[in-house]
């Protein structure tokens, strides 16, 4: 072990304290609540919990729609990278286009989106309905059916991001041998590809899976007209009900089991890709068997751009009508179209108008403070030799591991009370708020950064040292330059969600302190659809907007 | 090349602290005696008129709301009370059984208004806690392309099978509505066990429902009075009916909050609210008024005249929990 400036551990100190403050004392004090009963240790909430039959079905209803959406997205998201890679579908370009904008969006707004085209009164039921001249919408997207729909969509885009990496870092001579070997197309699929991405496929299945349980826009929007809850929402009405005496309580001990699905979900994540997975990433054969799909070539294309433009562009298009017509529910001719909605909630509603701010606010200073952190916490991992630094890495990605709901549960219970020495609470500020978001994103911010810094090499470093810099000097001379870009990806990587995060925010606002995404949802609460889808199409833009930024600063430097 | 990405990156740390510093400033000044906090259940767009009209009158107060449903507001105002860390000023729920609640928790604190005296007696708790602002009421709501309802029991009516709603008991209004049948024999439990074997089902609140309503994904629904008639007056396909068992009647209760930072600023809000300026404006959008003194707004007939079903609210407030718990579980199996 070098030696070690006694400034240098300082800093280490800190930023290790801001961690446990941020990070461990809420999650304990969140395990400790769900173990409290009249301010007496006892297990009397957990029996409640189970002891209550709807809990079983809430649970069910929790496993039901993520294991199905998991299973569609995993279909669709792997099919779709394998044309794209693999054969000569064409239009690749576009379909790759259609595959990234799901993603951009936030699945609360998609559900909205989806509710203005098959929603009872949605246009598409609207057109059925026209044409087929009934009076019952054809398709209704409340209740599991929808849950699942919605999800799946907002989640294939993953699975086809990560496929489609291992598609293309797999070596086809694997194929081609078993093909010549006399093995028909499908054998080759089954015997061969399959295998070769199973980890893959794995791997963003666990993802998917977690994300879509810890999922409460999407439930919360299709879910609570049909009386269908899951875990998320189940913990939200608890929080929300007044004649439950010990509600809080409650909720943790139904947030444990979230809590223990989603340290599965890690660990089972932390196994698979240190598994020894099949290496056959070669440097040389970069030629890549193209499969002909032959006559089935134009057809495949069709369906392919078909699904795509109804999943992607549809629901957008749903929501911009929506937000242009001039009162819900009028048929959208032009004389019915107008900016009006847009004016109003730019100029007119103050809601609205504070919600953009904050939103901005929030998702600025966090990634900020998340990255500076992050930098300091990523060099502790990667570059030095404390003992157990890794540990610090799995805590710091657990609270990402966790559903929103849990989190923003621990911040309010950790933070509620007044803090010491300042004797003011910072519960009911936009603070609490940014606690919680620094909290949640840390992780993505260490793991962006230590992925460049690993990459460094440490004789720089040595170099430097050896000519009589000091830590800090290291650091600003030599580390940062080199891991802007780790900095740059991790911060948009945080800047992004955090403009648009529900679930946490839905918990923690306050009077004066709404993020976009809790203006959106009250809105369409209280039944304003056409004021909250002006709102949606403004948080797209600068989700849109923010995407193309990180493109552009991302290109610019990798041709420096 | 590189010089430029730094002059981005330090140009975003740049923006990000003054923004940072712009809004600590900021969060300073709410903290004088002359800003207040309102929690309240009125709908956006009403409460937002109406502060801005309280702002006109008293340019150097500022008014900050937090809007939410009757129930999620006691439930954060619970939560605010046990961590000892209120922020609300002045609370504006939607039913006296909501100020009940909080009177229990010791959490209102008794005010003589400077309106006292021009709103109908029966209309302000006898210790002073609380004030009817404005009567709201449950009607039958109905989208105008179906049949014309004419009773509460054409809720169960196979006629509208599958395109019943009914604001959920967070609401505070809907709790009295809910509490109000239970409570009598022509109607109790099972009467909205049918409505529910009819296919109906809760929503957030009444706007939501009243929306609904209007484009067809609901045929009937008991919503408020002066939401129905706003929308109809704008064009939309919907219109009430007064049942002929009775509407019921809410008045929605305004009250200071103990311990308020700001109790001058405070009391000077409700007094607005329930003075001639603040009570035009509920007269304004339908609502009617609470002042003697205020003739009703021609949209919206007399109170004198029309039929109400009683609300005993003993019984509201005995059977609190009750009526949350029995409801949920009809409506949520």
Known sequence: MKRLSKRENWVYLVALILIAVLII?????????????????????????????????????????????????????????????RT???????????????????????????????????????????????????????????????????????????????????????????????????????????????????SSAVLVFVANISNFGVPSILGFHESYFVLTTKIYDLLNDYTIQDSFAQASSLSMILVVIAVFGLWLQYYLTNKKSYKVISGKSTQKMTISLGKYRPLLTGIVCLLLFFISIAPILGIFVTSLTKAYGLTPTLDNLSLD???????????????????????????????ILGTIVSYFITKTDFKGRQVVSYIVSLPYALPGTVVALAIILAWIKPLPLINTSIYNTLWIILVAYVMYYLTLAVQSVSSTLVQMDRSLEEATRVSGANWFQNMRDVVLPLSKPG??????????????????????????????????FNLQEQGNMTAASALSMVLISLIVIGNQLLKYLTRRLERN | MKQNLNKIFMGLLLVMTTILVACSGEADSTAADDTITVYTSV?????????????EANPDKTVEVFRAASGDLLSKLRTEHEADSVEAD????????????????????????????????????????????????????????????????????????????????????????????????????????????????????????????ATGELSVAPVLDYMVTSMRLQGSPIDYVIPEEGLVMVASPIALVKDSEAPETAKSFIDFTLSKEGQEIMSAQNVVSVREDIEGSENVPSINDVKILETDLDYLSENNDEITAIFEEIFTN
């Not at chain 1, 999800?151 to 694997?174: E, G, H, I, Q």
């Not at chain 2, 709908?43 to 702002?55: M, T």
């Not at chain 2, 309106?115 to 602002?133: A, F, H, M, R, V």
């Open chain 1, 341 to 371: 909605n847009y004016f109003h909630i730019l100029f007119q509603m103050p809601m609205a108008k504070r919600s953009l701010v904050n939103s901005l606010i929030l998702a600025t200073s966090a990634a900020t403070i998340a990255v």
């Open chain 1, 88 to 202: 000569d579908i064409k239009g690749k370009r576009w379909i790759n286009f259609g595959v990234i904008i799901p993603f951009l969006i936030p699945s609360f707004i998609s559900a909205l989106s989806w509710r203005q085209l098959l929603g009872p009164v949605g246009y598409l039921n609207k057109i059925i309905m026209y044409f087929t001249n009934t009076m019952e919408p054809l398709f209704s997207i409340d209740g599991p059916a929808g849950i699942i729909f919605v999800m799946t969509v907002s989640s294939f885009s993953l699975v086809f991001m990560m496929t489609s990496t291992a598609f293309l870092n797999m070596d086809t001579s694997y194929e081609e041998a078993a093909q010549i070997s006399g093995a028909t197309p499908l054998q080759v699929m089954r015997d061969v590809t399959f295998p070769l991405i199973r980890p893959s496929l794995f």
């Open chain 1, 487 to 520: 900095i740059i990806n991790g911060w948009f990587l945080i800047f992004i969600p955090a403009l648009s995060e529900l679930t946490i925010s839905i918990l923690l606002w306050s009077s004066g302190n709404e993020t976009i995404s809790v203006a959106v």
């Open chain 2, 90 to 213: 002045v609370v504006w729920v939607a039913d006296f059984q909501s100020a009940e609640t909080l009177k229990d928790l010791d959490m209102l604190e008794a005010y003589e208004s400077t309106e006292k005296d021009q709103i109908n007696s029966n209309l302000i708790d006898p210790e002073g806690y609380y004030y009817g602002s404005r009567i709201i009421n449950m009607v039958l709501a109905y989208n105008t392309n179906v049949e014309t309802p004419s009773s509460w029991k054409d809720l169960t009516n196979p006629a509208y099978e599958g395109k019943v709603g009914i604001p959920s008991v967070g609401s505070g209004t809907s709790f009295s509505y809910v509490g109000t049948l239970a409570s009598k024999d022509e109607f109790g439990w099972e009467f909205f066990e049918e409505v529910r074997n009819n296919g109906g089902k809760q929503f957030s609140n009444n706007s939501d429902v009243a929306e609904r309503v």
């Open chain 1, 25 to 85: 004392y809420p999650m304990i004090i969140i395990v400790q609540q769900s173990f409290l009963s009249e301010d007496q240790f006892s297990l009397q909430n957990y029996v409640n919990v189970f002891q209550n039959p709807t809990t079983y079905d809430i649970l069910w209803n929790s496993l039901f729609v993520s294991t199905l959406s998991t299973l569609f997205a995993l279909i669709i998201g792997s099919s779709l990278a394998w044309l794209v890679t």
């Open chain 2, 43 to 55: 709908p956006q767009d009403l409460i937002d008129e109406f502060s801005a009209a309280y702002k």
